[in-house]
């Protein structure tokens, strides 16, 4: 297991399946004081009308962008949704924006911490990143994500497709079970903070 290194920042990638509690990671650690990105955020922000990205989406899937530029996102990711193919073109134009936008934050930010939220793909950062794996029973990973409005049928079909657990935990530094309170969760996460800070 890898630990932090002292002669740098914290720099943490936070992975992990839907309704594995990623966003309640994310936001103890903001109250820590830890400046914290969402790779989603990002995302739909390198697609803005006009933008590099928004454009390449126009010229593969012309009906998921409108005369002023904007691109229908629930109409682009019912295309992608179950297809590998077409998800790996829109990540191939979407991943680099995205991986430049996050390097970017990161580096403005010199010494202070960083986390940053990654739902899909762990590979948008490199380098000296700490990577923590949020994972959680799949059962309580579905009603958590029912509790949110999706089906049980939708839940289970994103969680599905969806990279495992049992791999984000094999290929993270450091791994948070959330499998009780909100509470507990914070603790963990408390815990898991100090340890890196004193690193």
Do not use: C
């Not at 995205?98 to 490199?126: C, F, K, M, Q, S």
């Not at 380098?127 to 958590?144: D, Y």
Request: charge should be negative; avoid cysteine.
């Amino acid at each position: 297991m890898a630990a932090h290194s002292t002669d740098g920042p914290i720099r943490l990638r936070i992975v992990g399946g839907i309704g594995a509690g990623k966003s309640t990671v994310m936001r103890r650690l903001e109250e820590l004081g830890v400046t914290v990105l969402d790779a989603d955020t990002i995302g739909h922000e390198v697609l803005s009308p006009g933008s590099l990205a928004a454009e390449a989406v126009r010229r593969r899937w012309p009906h998921v962008v409108d005369g002023a530029g904007v691109v229908d996102r629930a109409a682009l990711a019912a295309i992608v949704f179950n297809d590998h193919a077409e998800l790996e073109a829109l990540e191939g134009i979407t991943h680099p924006d995205i991986a430049e936008e996050i390097a970017a934050r990161a580096a403005a930010a010199g010494d202070h911490p960083v986390a940053v939220e990654l739902p899909v793909a762990a590979g948008l950062v490199t380098g000296r990143w700490v990577t923590i794996a949020v994972v959680a029973p799949f059962e309580l990973r579905i009603a958590r994500t029912v509790e949110r409005g999706l089906t049980e049928e939708d839940a289970v079909a994103r969680a599905a497709n969806q990279v495992p657990d049992t791999a984000w935990a094999a290929s993270a530094d450091h791994v948070i079970v959330n499998d009780g309170s909100q509470e507990g969760l914070e603790a963990r996460v408390d815990d898991l903070y100090r340890l890196l800070s004193a690193e």
